[in-house]
C-alpha cells in the first residue's frame, strides 16, 4: 500500500510560479511511476504530466508543456511539478498518482484510469 500526500498548493498571481510535493509512504517511489492530474470546478480529470520511475522519462499535458516541469527524488520519495508562468486557467485541484511496476524502462502513462494509488489533491487558484 502507498500514501501519496501533496502539498505546497496555494493562491496565487497569474505569472507566478508554485512548486507541488507529492510525498509517499509505505513503500518507496523507486518502483512506481508517478504523474499529477488536475481536476477544476465541472471540469473533467485532466492529465498534466507523467515521470517514469529512473526519472528518464517525462511527458505533460499540451495546455502546461513548456510552463509546467515534472521531476522525482526517489531517495527523499518526493515528486515534484514545478510550475512557471501560471495562468487563471491552471486553477484546479492537483492530484498525484502512482502506477506500480513489476519491470525497469521508461514506462509512463497520461491515462488516470492505469494508476493505483491517489492523494487527496492540494488546491491551486491562479488570480488575474
Known amino acids: 500500500q502507498v500514501q501519496l500526500v501533496e502539498s505546497g498548493g496555494g493562491l496565487v498571481q497569474a505569472g507566478d510560479s508554485l512548486r507541488l510535493s507529492c510525498a509517499t509512504s509505505g513503500r518507496t517511489l523507486g518502483r512506481y511511476a508517478m504523474g499529477w492530474f488536475r481536476q477544476a470546478p465541472g471540469r473533467e480529470r485532466e492529465f498534466v504530466a507523467a515521470?517514469?520511475?529512473?526519472?528518464?522519462?517525462?511527458y505533460y499535458g499540451d495546455s502546461v508543456k513548456g510552463r509546467f516541469t515534472i521531476s522525482r527524488d526517489n531517495g527523499k520519495n518526493t515528486v515534484y511539478l514545478q510550475m512557471n508562468s501560471l495562468k487563471p486557467e491552471d486553477t484546479a485541484i492537483y492530484y498525484c498518482?502512482?502506477?506500480?511496476?513489476?519491470?525497469?524502462?521508461?514506462?509512463?502513462?497520461?491515462?488516470?484510469?492505469?494508476?493505483?494509488?491517489w492523494g487527496k489533491g492540494t488546491q491551486v487558484t491562479v488570480s488575474s
Open positions: 515521470i517514469s520511475y529512473s526519472g528518464d522519462n517525462t
Open positions: 498518482a502512482a502506477k506500480g511496476l513489476s519491470f525497469s524502462g521508461t514506462y509512463l502513462t497520461t491515462r488516470g484510469e492505469n494508476y493505483d494509488y
